[in-house]
């Protein structure tokens, strides 16, 4: 298989200027959303995130963070984009799964729920998919423990549940976001992970599939 390169990021929250600058974004075999698109936004919201990545890349795939409304999922999944809680076969046999939303944060934001439910998601979602060692995990919500999750002086603030099944499934790469301040990368057993943070910031990640190898790396604008 020729090595083909999908464009990743998250934490959009409805700012557009960095998309453009991504130097891969129009040649990429796919652009991967990993949530939060917006700041409590619905339909119209992610309908102008979608837009803006679809008139640089038509092929898009995106899943709702807990700062969006039930509305952009629903939209997600009216225009065939959405990820939440479904296993996407890639072109040359690649497996991507993602599960956005998020676990309980202090802010009350919209799209949370238990640690527990995101666990079960990722279980149920992963049986979905074709070959499981050729996975690319797109979970909005960090693992607990690493580099991804941290906020103020060293707190860890990321899903336990997400860390057991990064842990038990060991996928060779997983795409992350959520916590602003923890862009990185990282490696949890098996699996590389990066968190771009802000796309306002000028994260994104660069993930290469060639043959059997996936690989992911943490880029800036």
């Not at 929250?13 to 960095?18: C, T, W």
């Not at 890639?90 to 949370?112: C, Q």
């Not at 990722?122 to 690319?136: A, F, M």
């Amino acid at each position: 298989m020729d090595e083909q390169i999908y464009v990743g990021f998250g934490d959009v929250h409805g700012r557009l200027e960095n998309m453009a600058r991504i130097p891969e974004i129009r040649t990429a075999a796919g652009v991967i959303i990993s949530g939060d698109l917006s700041n409590h936004g619905g339909k119209a919201e992610a309908e102008a995130i979608i837009g803006a990545a679809r008139a640089l890349n038509d092929r898009v795939y995106a899943q709702i963070g807990n700062m969006d409304k039930k509305a952009a999922e629903a939209w997600l999944d009216e225009v065939g984009a959405n990820i939440h809680r479904k296993a996407v076969e890639l072109p040359g046999g690649v497996w991507m799964m993602g599960v956005g939303w998020s676990s309980p944060t202090p802010f009350g934001t919209p799209s949370e729920m238990p640690d527990e439910v995101l666990g079960e998601w990722l279980e149920e979602t992963w049986v979905k998919v074709g070959d499981p060692s050729r996975l690319i995990v797109v979970c909005h919500t960090p693992p607990h423990g690493t580099k991804a999750d941290v906020i103020g002086k060293g707190t860890h603030v990321g899903s336990v549940a997400v860390r057991g099944f990064l842990l038990r499934r060991r996928p060779p790469v997983c795409l992350t976001g959520h916590i602003h301040e923890s862009a990185c990368e990282d490696t949890l057993g098996d699996t590389r992970i990066v968190n771009p943070g802000m796309l306002g910031q000028g994260g994104y990640a660069l993930i290469t599939v060639r043959n059997d190898k996936i690989a992911i790396k943490l880029r800036h604008v």
